[in-house]
């Protein structure tokens, strides 16, 4: 049992390119999440996706898009890579679609934006 | 909009004691709160979820307490070790979302 899975691990990018980032959990939890992580900053959430076939705008989604493949997929994608979107994102999950739920994090991708 | 504030940012104690961690929030309207563990350059492990109808959690030597009418949480850590060295999160949902304060960072001195 993986729990949450991210890939990849470490990405360098120059302005302007795009990418995906990739999240799956297999613990068949209906929500999930994607945060970025920055300095003194806590987690602000991008955007989630409460059950398959729905997505949501979080505090900070501008930038970014975002992909509910299926259950258990969960993709970020950058269109066009800005400095200012160096971070560490995180994929989230949680078993329903409430609030009553214990969250479980993927181990991060860091990302660097030149 | 929901803000999370914990205090203090960072902190060093001796190996053995006793020790508070705290939380706090603007909005009492919430469905959980739930405390995590950070270790440097690692993803957040859970360790807590304090549902709202509930006071406390326990486990082993932590336990965190809820008191939504003041909008407070705290994380107590009892005869601390240097192990529980990382950074504690604590994240509050009113529903689907969840916002998170910026961590307490703690360092146990052996």
């Known amino acids: 049992n993986a729990g949450v899975t991210q890939t990849p691990k470490f990405q360098v990018l120059k302005t302007g390119q795009s990418m995906t980032l990739q999240c799956a959990q297999d613990m068949n939890h209906n929500s999930m999440y994607w945060y970025r992580q920055d300095p003194g900053m806590g987690l602000r959430l991008i955007y989630y996706s409460a059950s398959e076939g729905t997505t949501d705008k979080g505090e900070v989604p501008n930038g970014y898009n975002v992909s509910r493949l299926n259950k258990r997929e969960f993709s970020l994608r950058l269109e066009s890579a800005a400095p200012s979107q160096t971070s560490v994102y995180f994929c989230a999950s949680t078993p329903g679609t409430s609030g009553y739920n214990e969250q479980f994090f993927g181990p991060g991708t860091r990302l660097t934006v030149l | ?110």
């Open chain 2, 1 to 110: 909009k929901q803000e999370v504030t914990q205090i203090p940012a960072a902190l060093s104690v001796p190996e053995g004691e006793n020790l508070v961690l705290n939380c706090s929030f603007t909005d009492s309207a919430i469905y959980n709160l739930q405390w995590f563990r950070q270790d440097p350059g690692k993803g957040l492990t859970s360790l807590l979820l304090i549902q709202s109808s509930q006071r406390e959690q326990t486990s082993g030597r932590l336990n965190a307490s809820l008191d939504k009418s003041s909008g407070r949480s705290t994380l107590y850590i009892a005869a601390s070790q240097p192990g529980d060295s990382a950074t504690y999160l604590c994240a509050v949902s009113p529903f689907n979302k969840f916002y998170f304060g910026s961590g307490t960072k703690l360092n146990v001195k052996p």
